[in-house]
């Protein structure tokens, strides 16, 4: 049974959902979307871990942080809140696109309370000069149209299928939701964010990265490179997937998954490719 629970976070409320058994595994969505991105993944999960799947602030039923300035320090603060509620020491987290942004500053302060994470989909190096242009005149694309309006724009180039169509469809139905304020606050944090591939260097717990080999937001090579950077590292390619895997390559995104978390052991220490 899932149970739908919620934190008081920064003055506003954060909502999550909890279901399964056994170790616990913290699924962190990306930009623009909500928990139920994952939907097919906890269904596949569940029998056998404790899974945690926040409504990340600004999506889903979790409200808007009104500080001035939030950085994904913050958002994994956020995360940090619910597993203290929760009553979890230690957990594994998977984080998808800005998911494992979030992944990473929560590594990098809460290392101790991490058995594992993975970045599907995701980077540790902070944006380059054309990124953050990029990323600013998307901001002023939402200021002007709106958040629909963007959204209808960037989300098809998020799959490498034309057969894929209906998923980014529901995908935009989905983001009418969204208020323009909070994509702009994610925009604003994924510019700000640092450079985070020390925390790959120094990490002593196994790392998962989850690839998409027609990726255009988050660009194979670069992901193909900082997966040789950890000691322990798990790296599989999605071959018929861009940026969306969950959605695009389910089965085989759910059998990466599953066999990642299998794994975890204290003698697990070699670096697997797919």
């Not at 998977?94 to 309370?113: N, R, V, W």
Request: hydrophobic share 40%; aromatic share 8%; charged share 20%.
């Amino acid at each position: 049974m899932t149970h739908n629970r919620s934190i008081a976070f920064r003055n506003t409320d954060i909502h999550y959902k909890i279901t399964g058994k056994g170790l616990p595994v913290v699924l962190v969505h990306g930009f623009a979307e909500d928990s139920d991105v994952w939907d097919r993944q906890v269904e596949f999960l569940k029998h056998n871990y404790l899974l945690i799947i926040p409504d990340l602030p600004g999506s889903g039923r979790s409200g808007i942080i009104n500080d001035q300035k939030v950085g994904m320090e913050v958002y994994a603060d956020c995360i940090r809140s619910i597993l203290e509620a929760e009553n979890i020491n230690r957990c594994i987290m998977i984080g998808h696109s800005m998911g494992g942004y979030i992944t990473l500053a929560f590594a990098e302060k809460y290392s101790e309370s991490m058995a594992a994470f993975g970045l599907f989909h995701s980077s540790s190096y902070a944006d380059d000069a054309a990124k953050i242009e990029t990323r600013q005149k998307a901001i002023d694309f939402i200021r002007k149209s709106g958040s629909e309006a963007f959204l209808k724009t960037s989300i098809p180039g998020l799959f490498y299928e034309q057969g894929n169509s209906g998923e980014a469809d529901s995908l935009i139905e989905k983001g009418k939701a969204f208020a323009a304020e909070a994509l702009i606050q994610y925009y604003e944090a994924m510019i700000t964010r640092p450079n985070r591939t020390a925390i790959l260097k120094k990490a002593s717990v196994p790392i998962l990265f989850i690839i998409g080999k027609h990726d255009k937001a988050v660009m194979p090579g670069h992901s193909l490179e900082q997966s040789h950077i950890p000691h322990r590292s798990h790296i599989h390619v999605l071959r018929n997937s861009a940026h969306m895997g969950m959605l695009e390559e389910t089965d085989k995104a759910n059998e990466i998954l599953a066999n990642f978390l299998e794994s975890l052991s204290p003698n697990t220490n070699t670096r697997q490719h797919f």
